[in-house]
């Protein structure tokens, strides 16, 4: 059975009553899978209150006992992974395999921040007078509100949800409302952890409202979202506003090089990969391709190959390699990025097209002979759309990879240490994966540059938002 969605405050579930509710769609077949009670004006007063209360006593609780509840977390996730899976699936789309591996990945993050949070040190700074003791204290920011996205809903909250747990922060989550159940679940493994009530609250509702209700309350001292660049700035005028600390963790237009010598067969193979994990509706997925002229073709070739052999359908059926769109919005623009790039010149190598059914299904594609203002060139596609243009030296390939206002992921292909090199230095990116995908995990830093966000996740920048610094000077 599909998750039973409530909304979560003050550590009890809440669904019914006069609450406004939205339909739940499985995007592999249209068919409504359940309704979504969206969270009241009270509601959202309700959270802040609890998760106010909640940090005067969460926030000098001992990093042991943050811990314990982390791995408990880590432990629940594990043990439930099969059943929250198919409920991402199921209202996300994403091949099951994908969605059980984006599930236990997570428990590894609980297990990093279980770790981490017992290690937020403080210093001592020596004196110039020898009467004095000079301190520096690493103390939780407060009440915090986070906001997560539906590509991956499990990840994204669990990234914000152990960050603000662990640094001793209470939280009140807005999660997705389009594919809700990655984390009613989460509320439900960490209410069976132990976590104390108020510690962690998730709401839903109408995104302008709930983010204008919740950043305009002084209660909220710190706020984390990841989507897109158009509403993280809007996110960002309103913590403006409050002077409250935020975490950006925005769109991007990843570049993927493939230089004169790489292995190419490798890259072409690594690289379809990448693309349609999750039909490319991902913040990192490579989205603008640009291979050396000299190895184009083979590139080509190999790719095209490795693409016609993608098995599309239902995410629950095993031989399935790409699910379904997650929205049916998003059929026409994937729509309207080809018909703009063909109409400047392109050719649509394979796929193209949205499959008629009842399901939200659009063809895996690889277009070629792109003109540099194509719009797929210049805008993320967030989806299995793969551009391919190629590029004569590394010079010109640096520069088209720097071109366009974002920086959170990049990919380069080469055996030359020379190249590499350059590359890492010269890219404008928050992350560079050299010959393999090796970002987003629990102990690197993840996050963007340029319009692709502010600040990090993850590794040991994880804590670095949630916490404030305060210095003590005493005389003896």
Not at 407 to 419: D, K
Request: hydrophobic share 40%; charged share 20%; proline share 7%.
């Amino acid at each position: 059975m599909y998750e039973s969605l409530a909304l979560y405050i003050d550590g009890r579930f809440h669904a019914g009553g006069e609450r406004r509710e939205q339909d739940v769609f499985d995007p592999a077949t249209g068919a409504v899978i359940a309704r979504l009670p969206h969270a009241t004006a009270a509601d959202l007063d309700a959270a802040l209150a609890a998760a106010s209360k909640a940090f005067l006593t969460w926030r000098t609780s001992s990093p042991m006992e943050r811990s314990a509840v982390l791995r408990k977390a880590a432990n629940l996730t594990r043990e439930r992974a099969n059943y929250i899976a198919r409920n991402i699936t199921l209202d996300m789309g994403k091949p099951l395999k994908e969605a059980l591996g984006e599930v236990t990945r997570c428990a590894e993050h609980l297990e990093w921040h279980a770790e981490e949070c017992r290690r937020i040190y403080g210093r001592v700074i020596p004196p110039r007078n020898p009467e004095v003791r000079q301190l520096v204290l690493r103390e939780p920011v407060g009440v915090c509100a986070a906001f997560t996205p539906w590509n991956f809903p499990y990840t994204q909250a669990i990234r914000k949800v152990a960050a603000a747990i662990g640094a001793g922060c209470t939280l009140v989550i807005k999660g997705p409302e389009d594919t809700p159940s990655a984390v009613v679940a989460i509320a439900r493994i960490f209410h069976d952890a132990g976590l104390p009530p108020g510690v962690l609250n998730a709401v839903w509702g109408n995104p302008p409202e709930v983010s204008q209700h919740l950043l305009s309350s002084p209660v909220v001292r710190k706020v984390s979202f990841t989507g897109s660049v158009p509403v993280g700035r809007q996110i960002a005028a309103l913590a403006a506003a409050g002077l409250k600390r935020m975490t950006l963790e925005l769109g991007g237009h990843s570049p993927a090089i493939v230089c004169e010598d790489a292995d190419v067969e490798r890259a072409a193979d690594e690289l379809c990969n990448i693309k349609f994990l999750n039909a490319g509706q991902v913040c990192v997925s490579p989205n603008r391709f640009f291979i050396h002229e000299k190895v184009y073709d083979r590139f080509m070739a190999r790719f095209i190959d490795n693409v016609r052999g993608i098995r599309l359908g239902s995410g629950l059926d095993p031989q399935t390699r790409m699910g379904p769109l997650a929205h049916s919005r998003r059929l026409p623009v994937m729509m309207d990025f080809i018909e703009d790039s063909v109409a400047r010149g392109a050719r649509v190598e394979v796929g193209g097209r949205h499959l008629q059914s009842s399901g939200y299904f659009f063809e895996p594609t690889v277009l070629s002979g792109l003109a540099r203002d194509s719009r797929v060139m210049n805008v993320e596609p967030f989806g299995p759309i793969a551009p391919c243009a190629p590029f004569k030296d590394l010079e010109e390939a640096i520069e088209q990879a720097n071109a366009l206002p974002y920086g959170l992921s990049s990919y380069v292909f080469t055996n030359s240490t020379r190249s590499a090199l350059r590359l890492q230095n010269q890219l404008q990116a928050g992350n560079v994966n050299i010959n393999h995908f090796g970002q987003a995990l629990p102990e690197v830093p993840f996050g963007g540059i340029k319009d692709s966000g502010i600040g990090s996740e993850g590794g040991s920048e994880t804590f670095d938002g949630y916490l404030q610094t305060k210095f003590v000077s005493q005389l003896n």
